[in-house]
């Protein structure tokens, strides 16, 4: 069992950047061995992908919507998982949430793939 903790949320203006993080917290579970991504919600809405990243950095994927704008990394000895974003827009507004799911089975850490762990989201509100 993992436990991901987000943090760096917070509200900013049109054109600015934030910068979130996620710790993961595990006793046997393996960081290094799970895809990670970032994914978003608002009221109302389905949650939607916005970055994934494979088990050693790789491989990354972007929704089209943050493309240019956002970067996702991690880092593996710390356990930590980022997304850099820059030029936020009104409608980059969610709730954001950490995900993991394990690689061993093969395929690929795409936005498409079943995420099956979870972190309790951080707030990111951007007014114009």
């Known amino acids: 069992q993992v436990q991901l903790v987000e943090s760096g949320g917070g509200s900013v203006?049109?054109?600015g950047s934030l910068r979130l993080s996620c710790a993961a917290k595990a006793?046997?579970?393996?960081?290094?061995?799970?895809?990670?991504?970032?994914?978003?919600?608002?009221?109302g809405k389905e949650r939607?992908?916005?970055?994934?990243?494979?088990?050693?950095g790789g491989s990354t994927y972007y929704a089209d919507s943050v493309?240019?704008?956002?970067t996702i990394?991690?880092?593996?000895?710390?356990?930590m998982l980022y997304l850099q974003?820059?030029?936020?827009?009104?409608?980059?507004t969610a709730m954001y949430?950490?995900?993991?799911?394990s690689f061993l089975g093969g395929g690929d850490c795409?936005?498409?793939?079943?995420?099956?762990?979870?972190?309790?989201g951080t707030q990111v509100t951007v007014s114009s």
């Open 13 to 15: 203006q049109a054109g």
């Open 27 to 43: 006793g046997t579970w393996t960081y290094s061995t799970n895809c990670m991504g970032w994914f978003r919600q608002t009221p």
């Open 48 to 56: 939607e992908g916005v970055a994934t990243i494979s088990p050693e």
């Open 67 to 70: 493309k240019g704008r956002f």
């Open 73 to 79: 990394s991690r880092d593996n000895a710390q356990k």
């Open 85 to 92: 974003m820059n030029s936020l827009k009104v409608e980059d």
């Open 97 to 101: 949430y950490c995900a993991a799911v």
């Open 110 to 120: 795409s936005l498409g793939r079943l995420y099956n762990d979870w972190g309790q």
